[in-house]
């Protein structure tokens, strides 16, 4: 029986360096070197199954629209994406951290529009409403650290780990906004025509992973 090729999303950067050892101990891996490579796509040990290199960002957008059957990336870009079109079995546990605010110490939180500058703007804007704290949104693709102490903002909604990387920049840790790690994805309708295949996939992962969900 001939079957459909199954596409599998990974997010280049960390999120890939963590994911490819669970893959290959779930009996998944490459033909060839990803990271001696400039190509974006990869047969795999597996006839039927590619894996894609994306930025994570752009994982649940692919998945969403089932350009790619399945896809591996951060909570922090699930949550910023909105979750349409997918479901999101398992946790792969990988590439912890936390979204948090932060801004310089001693400034006072302000009762009218507090500006901050993020690329998670949908998270911030759900997280600040939630609080009932006015926001100004600024829509930034990196250096978030910046922000506050340029003056562009007075807050900003980013990734901590360490902590290292606010305390470089004088900023404190203020809000847990979602603890965050890397989740395998499913598009809805790959899970339903496709359902041996990625069905096969997902339980090969889970069984290195561990279930914390619910099969679905
Ligand atoms: O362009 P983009 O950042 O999306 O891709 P990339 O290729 O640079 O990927 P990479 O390696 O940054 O991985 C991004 C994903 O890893 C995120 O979506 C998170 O799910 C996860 N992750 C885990 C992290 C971190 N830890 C992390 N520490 N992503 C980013 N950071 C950055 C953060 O932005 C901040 O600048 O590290 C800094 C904070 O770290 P500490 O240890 O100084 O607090
Ligand atoms: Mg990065």
Known sequence: MVLHMVTLALSKGRVLRESLPILREAGIFPVEDIFGS????????????????????????YVQFGAADLGITGKDQLLEHGGEGYYEPLDLKIAP??????????????????????KYVNVARR???????????????GAMELAPI???SDEIVDIVDTGNTLAAHGLVAKKLIA??????????????????????????????VGSDYEAI
């Open 127 to 141: 997280f600040y409403a939630e609080m009932g704290r006015q926001t100004e949104l600024i829509k930034l693709y």
């Open 38 to 61: 400039r190509k974006l796509m990869f047969a795999t040990n597996i006839q039927h199954l590619r894996l894609v290199i994306l930025r994570g960002v752009d994982v649940p957008t």
């Open 97 to 118: 951290c936390r979204l948090m605010t932060a801004a310089l110490p001693f400034v006072e939180v302000s009762f009218d529009r507090t500006v901050v500058a993020t």
């Open 179 to 208: 603890n965050v790690s890397s989740r395998l994805i499913v598009n809805k309708i790959a899970m339903k025509t496709n359902f041996r295949v990625v069905d096969e996939i997902i339980n090969s992962i889970r069984n290195v």
């Open 150 to 152: 340029l003056d562009l």
